[in-house]
C-alpha cells in the first residue's frame, strides 16, 4: 500500500467490500463511477460558471455519495466540503475544492482500479 492510496483511497471500506462482494464485482461499480464523473463535473462546471450555487451543491451531493460508495476517500471528502454551501468557509473554498476534484478524479480512480485489480 502506498501514501498516495491512503490518503485517496478508503482503504478499510475496500477490504471490507471486497471480503462481501469480490474485488471484480466492486471493479465493474467503478467502471459506471468512472463513466458517470464527467458528467457530475461537467454539470459542477457549468454550475460554477452561472453561480448557481443549489446545483453545485446538489451535484457535489451526488459524486460525494458515488464516490464513497466505490472508496475514493479524497474525492468523497472534497466533494463533502462542496456540497455544504452554508458553511461560512465555502464561498472562499469551493472553487478550489472543485479544481482538486478535478485534478485529482483521474489518478485516484487508476489508483483505485489498480489497488482492485490486485485483490482479484
Request: glycine share 4%; with cysteine; hydrophobic share 40%.
Amino acid at each position: 500500500m502506498t501514501e498516495a492510496n491512503s490518503a485517496s483511497l478508503d482503504l478499510q471500506t475496500l477490504d471490507a467490500y471486497c471480503a462481501a462482494i469480490g474485488a471484480a464485482t466492486l471493479l465493474k461499480s467503478v467502471v459506471v463511477f468512472e463513466q458517470m464523473a464527467p458528467e457530475y463535473l461537467q454539470t459542477m462546471a457549468a454550475a460554477m460558471q452561472s453561480k448557481d450555487k443549489p446545483l453545485l451543491c446538489s451535484e457535489a451531493h451526488k459524486l460525494k455519495g458515488a464516490a464513497g460508495s466505490v472508496g475514493l476517500k479524497r474525492i468523497q471528502e472534497l466533494s463533502q466540503q462542496l456540497q455544504c454551501g452554508d458553511l461560512p468557509q465555502w464561498q472562499e473554498g469551493h472553487q478550489q475544492w472543485y479544481q482538486q476534484i478535478e485534478r485529482h478524479l483521474e489518478e485516484d480512480v487508476a489508483s483505485l482500479k489498480q489497488y482492485l485489480s490486485q485483490r482479484s
